[in-house]
């Protein structure tokens, strides 16, 4: 297998996965857009995320859609690295 490497080194992997999960389902998007904290505790994400990340994740306020809300999520993870 040849592993290829691009680009920057993928610090947030988890928080990549739950962006994937709501993406694809509209439920626990809904929940992300409504109740952040609740909806990444009550996932198979909650365990998996770091106290920083959930943080991150509750911290997201005033998104209009999920994708809105990944877009604020990339921007806030920017900003604290």
Do not use: Y
């Amino acid at each position: 297998m040849i592993r290829v490497t691009f680009g920057m080194k993928r610090r947030h992997i988890e928080l990549e996965r739950l962006v994937c999960a709501a993406v694809s389902n509209p439920r626990f998007a809904t929940q992300l857009l409504t109740a952040p904290g609740q909806a990444v505790e009550s996932s198979e994400h909650g365990g998996r995320l770091s106290a920083d990340e959930r943080a991150l994740v509750a911290s997201i306020k005033g998104a209009t859609d999920i994708h809105d809300w990944a877009a604020r999520l990339h921007a806030r993870v920017e900003q604290v690295q």
